[in-house]
């Protein structure tokens, strides 16, 4: 009777135990617990870096186990990242592709895992929609649209304007649609010429390289068109050390809108400015829980942007985020 009443007391024990272990709803690293892979691109840029904290700080609050990983800007790290994911079998993949091509191989190797896949940022030119589940970011097209809107209404006495480009990554989303953009509103307009365009890969020191070789190659730039702030301040960098004066002698235009950006066009270094938020960890959170509940998200999700004239900047740099 001792042995019976001792087992049962046993079996009493166990089953409170595993109430209790049950009613946690989750054990570290469990059953339960949300985990997401992402990849970064790297650190390129005051609006990756801003970018990066937005997306750890908003996956820290909501207690979502985020496993990160800085591809340093080369593909072959954020495949391998997205592989290592993959083993791991994280609940969602998420990843700013570094440049557009390239993917299909590894998005199936995910698809095939039954793994989500969400594009942030930057979008990828496969033709198979299936490979991923939704694209957050800018739209980088309607970005390079309104900096050739402001182009055409910043020089109205001018027959002809000279524009040197400085474009962002080779091959990357951004440095491609803000390429076209603004090539779609002034293509059409003689009067506006592109003398020279080069990457300087999205830093600060590549646009102060580039706008040195083409000060030294086309002496009548009257327009700097940049395809991030970063690269735009190395540009007034240059053109300052050339003995001229930036936001007079040539113009600068610049994408992102961070703080030293809004800064330099308070200052006059600058003349516009168009948005592009990196504040995207809120809705990229949200977007996981989505996936993970099994609801329908839409394949297309724009962040809310914006542009800055002068006046607009010196309003808005005092609460500015990034």
């Not at 080069?198 to 706008?211: L, N």
Request: proline share 2%.
């Amino acid at each position: 009777m001792k042995k019976i009443i001792g087992v049962a007391a046993i079996g009493a024990i166990l089953i409170a135990l595993s109430g209790c272990a049950s009613a946690g709803g989750v054990s570290a690293g469990g059953a339960g617990k949300i985990v997401v892979g992402f990849s970064q691109v790297g650190a390129e840029s005051g609006w990756r870096t801003a970018n990066t904290i937005s997306i750890q700080s908003s996956f820290k609050a909501a207690k979502i186990d985020l496993k990160f990983s800085d591809a340093q800007g080369k593909q072959e790290n954020q495949i391998k990242a997205i592989r290592s994911f993959i083993q791991q079998k994280v609940d969602v993949i998420a990843f700013s592709p570094v440049v557009e091509s390239g993917w299909d191989t590894v998005l199936q190797e995910a698809k095939a895992a039954h793994i989500p896949v969400v594009l942030t940022d930057r979008a990828v030119d496969s033709k198979d929609k299936s490979l991923y589940v939704s694209f957050l970011g800018s739209d980088f097209v309607n970005e390079g649209k309104e900096a050739g809107t402001w182009v055409k209404s910043a020089f109205p006495d001018k027959t002809t304007v000279n524009i040197a480009e400085i474009s962002g990554t080779t091959g990357s989303a951004p440095a491609n649609d803000r390429a076209k953009g603004l090539r779609d509103v002034i293509g059409g307009d003689s009067k506006f010429k592109i003398v020279a365009t080069q990457t300087g890969d999205f830093t600060r020191a590549g646009g102060k390289q580039v706008m040195e070789a083409f000060l030294k190659s086309n002496p009548s730039i009257d327009l700097v068109y940049a395809h991030n702030d970063d690269m735009g301040l190395g540009a007034i960098e240059a053109i300052e050390a050339a003995g001229k004066v930036p936001g007079k002698d040539i113009q600068v235009l610049t994408l992102d809108a961070t703080h030293d950006g809004m800064q330099a066009l308070v200052d006059g270094k600058i003349n516009y400015i168009v948005e592009c938020s990196p504040l995207l960890g809120d809705q990229l959170v949200q977007i996981v829980k989505d996936v993970v509940a099994k609801k329908t998200v839409d394949k297309r999700i724009l962040t809310t942007e914006t542009t800055f004239t002068q006046a607009q900047a010196k309003e808005a740099l005092p609460t500015r985020k990034y």
